[in-house]
């Protein structure tokens, strides 16, 4: 989904505002295979295996056509967009920042170059400028040119196998501006300009013990987990990371702690009393050294971005019995990497966690031990942020009664007057706190892995009735190897004025780096000439500009009908939010409208924009062209 709204639909609208053609009738068709994955049972992953197996083929299918389409405009914007460079020798690219406001963070890269590029030999140094620089926008390579490699090229009528050198690596980026960019590479060296302090590492007797950027900084313990130290207010978040599991009696449905099953084909248990705790609960940092290992590792190290493996191996049971109610004494190991990154002038703390499963009825979560004593929770969702209790009552006389795990959409934080700490983590994930072990405070537990074998079952201790039919779902036991992008953010004072929301949205969104050559031809020669188009070095679609804290932008797509650009906007805020959205794309004309994108009241359009108040909670829908 983030493919379609944060690349694909942006970049179609600039195309088409800009004299393309219209791509609606694309769009239409991706969403629709994205939409087919929605029926309630599909998408939050309660059915069988072969069902879950068409939604991949579907999701495959919209990838494919948002690639295509992606190609496709393209096509466009490289003729609408300036690439020309005083230096033949230069090689265009666009960078795309699809929010409204400035993005910092990595982008990959992998590129081919045209033959004619033969002055770039292997190994040469490669540096990157913005053809029109912005304020405060710092761009620097990680890049290395390959050797002449052979790569498939697909054309519109047909495909092409050429060897050609590539471009591959990274780019880092720093308040990059709304909107499409065009940047040059070229060869040679480039002056390192860091965006804060630089990222340092340390430790004794050869260890990484520490990372510290000067604006957060990381001590590394040796059973897994590590602290997080808050500068600004001066605050130690101990204990990060650790990691939980216990048994999973339940089904596709819903967690349970084991010792309460039903009757097979009864459909329906005797109420329980109470809330059930879990019979078989494992810390890793608390089990014994025999059954850990912990692995300290500097993969990257520089001025600018540096990251730190942790990995841990821990043996746990292999299943659960249904007969016993217990978990097995056969064990297996499970992998956790944690690839943990600091990037200077950044105070987030960017993760990337890959397991790799090798048991069954179990739930794997980390625990991130806030300090914080507060009776409240705040907690990402649909078009808002929700305020919720840390502690959730049992009241026995309910059908089902209510479970402490809560579902939450980009991120989730608790806070004092003084500040706290919030878990970032695209898309939509489970989350539950409860009081910290060993300690005072308050845990944020994520949900990592849930590894379960039915889709449902007669009843169990945290749900005493079937959901659905009894069907064994033996691929919802999740082995293997999988993954998990996430990050933590401490901040100072309140969440809406440390601007979370809008960390949490930059963290998740899909910002682009785009080839602005054609595709070669079998002699190495791209289609067609580089030629001087007419919009400009640089285009957003759609800016905020004003005082913090700010709205979301959800939507940035060309109208249903193909005449203009829609633009939706959501304030998930306490506080209205009064300020000016802005376009470069052409703007004589401009709107409200619904959700169906049927006109509503005109809107006064001066210097390419128009003033605008975003009351509390509101969703606001304009049409322009």
């Known amino acids: 989904m983030r493919t379609l709204y944060d690349r694909v639909e942006p970049l179609s609208a600039a195309a088409r505002a800009y004299g393309g053609r219209n791509r609606q009738e694309r769009l239409n068709l991706a969403w629709r295979e994205v939409l087919r994955c929605h029926p309630h049972d599909d998408v939050c992953g309660c059915s069988v295996d072969e069902t879950h197996d068409d939604n991949e083929v579907l999701l495959k299918h919209a990838d494919q056509i948002s690639e295509m389409l992606l190609d496709d405009a393209q096509e466009d914007l490289r003729s609408q967009m300036n690439l020309h460079h005083i230096d033949r020798d230069a090689v265009p690219i666009l960078l795309h920042n699809p929010l409204p406001v400035v993005w910092s963070g990595t982008l990959p890269i992998d590129l ?310 919030a878990v970032l983590a695209p898309g939509s994930n489970e989350y539950e706190t409860a009081p910290t072990d060993g300690s005072e405070g308050t845990d944020i537990r994520i949900t990592m892995l849930r590894a379960t074998g039915w889709l449902s079952r007669d009843g169990f201790a945290s749900r005493r009735n079937r959901a659905g039919p009894c069907y064994p779902a033996p691929g919802a036991q999740c082995k293997g190897q999988t993954s998990m992008r996430w990050g933590l953010l401490p901040f100072e004072g309140r969440w809406p004025e440390a601007g979370v929301h809008e960390a949490a949205e930059a963290f998740a969104a899909q910002v682009s780096l785009l080839p602005g050559l054609p595709k070669p031809q079998l002699n190495g020669y791209f289609d067609e000439p580089l030629k001087k188009g007419i919009r400009g070095r640089s285009s957003a679609p759609v800016r905020f500009v004003g005082d913090g804290p700010r709205p979301l932008l959800s939507a940035c797509k060309p109208a249903e009908d193909g005449e203009g650009t829609v633009v939706r906007i959501h304030n998930p805020l306490k506080s209205d939010w009064t300020g000016r959205i802005e376009s470069d794309l052409p703007l004589f004309e401009c709107c409200e409208c619904d959700m169906m994108e049927n006109a509503g009241k005109a809107v006064d359009v001066n210097d390419g924009g128009w003033d605008v108040t975003i009351g509390s909670k509101q969703i606001l829908t304009f049409r322009f062209k």
């Open 112 to 421: 081919a170059l045209p033959a004619y590029r033969c002055y770039l030999q292997a190994g040469a140094p490669l540096k990157i400028e913005l053809s029109r620089p912005a304020d405060g926008c710092l761009i620097h390579t990680m890049a290395v040119l390959t050797e002449p490699l052979f790569g498939l090229h697909a054309h519109p009528d047909r495909a092409v196998n050429v060897e050609l050198s590539r471009v591959q690596g990274a780019v880092l980026v720093h308040n990059l501006p709304p909107g499409i960019h065009v940047a040059h590479l070229m060869p040679g060296n480039q002056e390192q300009t860091l965006p804060g302090k630089p990222v340092r590492m340390g430790g004794r007797q050869g260890r990484t013990d520490w990372m510290d950027n000067g604006l957060v900084r990381l001590q590394f313990r040796q059973d897994g987990r590590w602290d997080v130290v808050d500068p600004s207010t001066k605050r130690t978040y101990s204990g990060v990371g650790r990691l939980e599991d216990s048994e999973d009696a339940g089904d596709s449905y819903d967690w349970s702690p084991g010792g309460y099953p039903c009757e097979v084909g009864s459909g329906k248990g005797e109420k329980m009393p109470d809330r059930s705790k879990e019979v078989d609960r494992r810390l890793c940092d608390a089990d014994t050294a025999e059954k850990r290992d912990v692995t300290i590792t500097p993969i990257l190290e520089t001025p600018w971005i540096s990251t730190v493996m942790v990995q841990v191996h821990w043996a746990l049971p292999v299943r659960f019995d249904d007969a016993t109610q217990k978990r097995s004494e056969e064990e297996d190991w499970v992998t956790v990497d944690h690839y943990l990154t600091l990037r200077s002038g950044s105070k987030t703390v960017e993760i990337e966690t890959w397991m790799n499963n090798t048991c069954e009825d179990h739930r794997l979560r980390l625990c991130v031990p806030t300090g914080l004593t507060q009776k409240k929770v705040w907690a990402g969702g649909a078009f808002d942020v929700l305020a919720r209790p840390t502690e959730w009552p049992h009241d026995a006389d309910w059908e089902q009664p209510q479970v402490p795990t809560q579902h939450f959409s980009q991120f989730v934080a608790m806070q004092d007057r003084l500040g706290g700490i």
